[in-house]
């Protein structure tokens, strides 16, 4: 059993940055590749980013690709997002959430069966 908490989200001009962090609670975290997910007001749950168990395998979103980076810190159990050249576009509710099923990096949000509660990023133009 793993349990993700989001923090780091908040209010940022257009062109700045953030960093979110997923603080994960469990013996196994280092098990589960990891990703980003991100829902908009009135639209659906979006890929944003994922990595995978052995970390070195990497996914992102079109949207972002060149812009976030996600990492992983297995001694303190933790998955972060790195956020530069942020865009109103980018508003949204992001999301953590940890795979059990397999090792590899995926953009399927049903391949996912841990979530975190998470975290708004609000970009203002």
């Known amino acids: 059993q793993v349990q993700l908490v989001e923090s780091g989200g908040g209010l940022v001009q257009a062109g700045g940055s953030l960093r979110l962090s997923c603080a994960a609670s469990?013996?196994?975290?280092?098990?589960?590749?990891m990703g980003w997910f991100r829902q908009a007001p009135g639209k659906e749950r979006e890929f944003v980013a994922a990595?995978?168990?052995?970390?070195?395998?990497?996914s992102y979103a079109d949207s972002v690709k060149g812009r976030f980076t996600i990492s992983r810190d297995k001694v303190n159990n933790t998955v972060y997002l790195q956020m530069n050249s942020l865009q109103p576009e980018d508003t949204a509710v992001y999301y953590c959430?940890?795979?059990?099923?397999?090792?590899?990096?995926?953009?399927?949000?049903?391949?996912?069966?841990?979530w975190g509660q998470g975290t708004q990023v609000t970009v203002s133009s």
């Open positions: 990595i995978s168990r052995s970390v070195g395998s990497t």
């Open positions: 469990g013996r196994t975290f280092s098990n589960y590749a």
């Open positions: 959430a940890g795979r059990s099923s397999s090792g590899s990096a995926s953009a399927f949000l049903y391949e996912y069966n841990y």
